[in-house]
């Protein structure tokens, strides 16, 4: 069987690597997978990069952005025909078909001759613009009179009911089976344009021989923590980025008992300026990290990962986490509460209550006894349901119904 996986790159970003991770565990199931991608890091013959923007499509996209049209101008993606990878395939999966690389009117084309599956990352697939719509529904009744045009992606004016009338144009012409990575994400769907095709649930796998436990005590020591800290984790490109939650952490560890700040460390991961000043607590920031050792060992260090992320599906950073043994402090939103159990892996905070996130950290800090038990469950529910594995099986099933 031959899986060709269309996606915006092969390592970055959360959808890129989710993909990637997909394409290693379908190799270890001998399955021969390939990936055409907007933007390639890593050297190998399975990864090929998507073929450059012309002059003529640049132009194009001058205009179509403007009128508030994103990704329509790369007439290259109708191209994909002629490309090895895809000439030689029996299978298509589609990942993320944003960010700059791809337009979406292709699709009919490429799956005319070829079963194809659409995994879901985020929900631009089925708004008119946006990649999460937040508190707004409009994507159900076909968008227009968008409340924020500056939602990723953005766009210079509201031409979302058009963008939402041509993914369906699209959806009308095409044959497609959707997965969704995340229960929020599969029920989002079910009521969605996307309603017209099968719509599987299958999550995303960790490698959890790559992402495992290790001893804590030895973590700390090589990051040169001392052992009797209270120690934090927080993961993301910026504290700036209002998805993820940085103003939220901040408000919440500025609650937190004085007693208690005074025994806390705050690691965080990610081009983030973090000081104790800003804080009110010790810090350590260990830059960009794309190295998988050293994120274990930085979970490994903590007692609690802290992420108070405003819209998501099924955030790789937990999962880690998760694998690890790691408990974790997080919101009710999205897809976060597969991972963040409430008191069997975690604490799930309400959406935007710092004081409640502040809440369940000093619930969890103060409580080794639980988080110990919850070191043990979080270990045993990635094996359980979240190994790269299971996600290629389940993956390899459905191709082999398509091609059936």
């Known amino acids: 069987m031959r899986v060709l996986h269309i996606n915006q790159s092969d390592l970055y970003g959360g959808a890129a690597i989710a993909g990637y991770r997909l394409h290693e565990g379908l190799r270890q199931q001998g399955i021969d997978s390939r990936l055409l991608v907007g933007r390639a890091m890593v050297e190998s013959d399975r990864v090929a990069q998507v073929r450059p923007v012309s002059a003529f499509e640049t132009q194009l996209g001058r205009a179509t952005t403007k009128f508030g049209l994103n990704y329509i101008h790369y007439f290259s993606s109708f191209q994909t025909r002629q490309h090895p990878f895809y000439q030689a395939a029996d299978v298509l999966n589609f990942h993320n078909l944003h960010t700059n690389y791809f337009s979406y009117l292709a699709v009919p084309a490429l799956v005319k001759n070829k079963p194809a599956v659409l995994t879901l990352h985020d929900m631009w697939m089925m708004t008119g613009h946006c990649a999460y719509s937040y508190e707004c529904d409009r994507w159900k009744i076909g968008c227009g009179q968008c409340p924020d045009l500056k939602s990723y992606p953005s766009v210079r004016r509201d031409s979302t009911r058009w963008e939402w009338k041509l993914k369906q144009w699209v959806y009308q012409r095409s044959q497609l089976s959707i997965v969704a990575p995340s229960q929020w994400l599969y029920e989002l769907a079910k009521q969605s344009l996307l309603n017209r095709f099968p719509i599987h649930y299958i999550p995303n796998g960790i490698d959890t021989e790559t992402y495992y436990p290790r001893d804590r005590l030895q ?94 599906n099924l955030p790789l950073v937990l999962q880690e986490s998760l694998a690890c043994g790691t408990p974790m402090v997080s919101c009710r939103i999205g897809g976060v509460s597969d991972l963040v159990r409430p008191g069997e892996t975690g604490y799930l905070a309400a959406p935007e209550d710092a004081e409640d996130l502040s809440s369940g950290i000093v619930k969890l800090l103060e409580n080794d006894e639980l988080r110990d038990r919850m070191r043990q469950n979080c270990r045993a529910i990635a094996l359980q349901d979240y190994s790269i594995e299971q996600q290629a099986k389940r993956y390899s099933q459905l191709y082999s119904e398509l091609l059936a």
């Open 219 to 312: 973590c700390r020591t090589e990051l040169g923590i001392a052992p009797h800290r209270k120690v934090l984790l927080f993961v993301s490109q910026s504290l700036k980025d209002i998805r993820k939650g940085g103003d939220l952490l901040l408000n919440a560890i500025q609650q937190l008992p004085a007693s208690l700040k005074a025994e806390i460390l705050l690691i965080t991961l990610g081009e983030n300026e973090v000081s104790k000043e800003t804080f009110g607590i010790e810090t350590l920031n260990l830059g960009y990290v794309d190295d998988d050792s050293k994120k274990v060992t930085a979970f490994s260090a903590a007692d609690l990962f802290v992420f108070p992320t405003r819209a998501d």
